[in-house]
């Protein structure tokens, strides 16, 4: 099955600084790829995701990159701010649409 | 996109007793849902896939007994944690994907609180 990796597992920035969190999966087979916003109390909110056959996506702030040969992806997060603090999962879908998480990153922006 | 409801959101119960929480899609067919919990300060886990009109496949580790599911309706899964002990306390999440959506959509989740 799906073996989801993700890194680091804490991460402290500088207001305005950029946030990168990366993650390794093992089928080659996965072609869906979401990341999930967790703010404290509250259920998971997908903030962005990416499909195989896609290098690179981009919404305003955050964007994602895709390396199939590799098998890794990224979520980037520029110009950061408080309310981007928050515990972030990757997750990669199988083809029979089971999704495999990360382990979360715990993302701290200090003002 | 597609809207996925949970309920319910919070539910407090004593140990012992049973709880079900239900996950509707509200403008699409789930012919697939799965059911996460999530303990605190750790990731999603997955506990089961439902397929509608089949029996669930569960995880390993995952007591079928104890998580009942139940996917009856293209609209509707259910999962019953029966017998309820403090250490079911968890945040369960359903999640549906199935004709016309190509991802797969989260419910608002369910705080489960066993005292």
């Known amino acids: 099955g799906e073996n989801v990796e993700q890194h680091p597992s804490t991460l402290s920035v500088q207001e305005g600084d950029s946030a990168v969190i990366k993650c390794t999966y093992s089928d080659s087979a996965s072609n869906y790829f979401p990341w999930y916003k967790q703010e404290l109390g509250k259920g998971s909110q997908l903030i962005i995701d990416?499909?195989?056959?896609?290098g690179e996506k981009k919404d305003q702030r955050i964007a994602v990159t895709l390396n199939k040969t590799a098998k890794h992806f990224s979520l980037h997060i520029t110009e950061t701010q408080p309310e981007d603090s928050a515990v972030y999962f990757c997750?990669?879908?199988?083809?029979?649409?089971?999704?495999?998480f990360g382990a979360g990153t715990q993302v701290v922006v200090t003002p | 996109g597609a809207v996925v409801s949970q309920h319910p959101s919070r539910v407090i119960c004593k140990s012992g007793t049973s709880v079900k929480i239900e996950c509707r899609s509200l403008?699409?067919?789930?012919?697939?849902m799965f059911w996460y919990r999530q303990f605190p300060k750790q990731s999603l886990m997955l506990m089961a896939t439902?397929?509608?009109?089949?029996?669930?496949?569960?995880e390993q580790g995952v007591e079928k007994d104890k998580f009942l599911i139940n996917h009856a309706s293209l609209t509707l899964s259910t999962l019953t944690v029966t017998s309820a002990h403090p250490e079911d306390s968890s945040f369960y999440i359903c999640?549906?994907?199935?004709?016309?959506?190509?991802?797969?959509?989260f419910g608002q989740g369910t705080r489960l609180t066993v005292v």
């Open positions: 997750a990669a879908r199988d083809s029979w649409g089971k999704l495999q």
């Open positions: 439902s397929n509608e009109g089949s029996k669930a496949t569960y």
């Open positions: 990416i499909r195989s056959n896609v």
């Open positions: 999640s549906a994907s199935g004709q016309g959506v190509t991802e797969a959509f």
């Open positions: 403008d699409f067919q789930a012919t697939t």
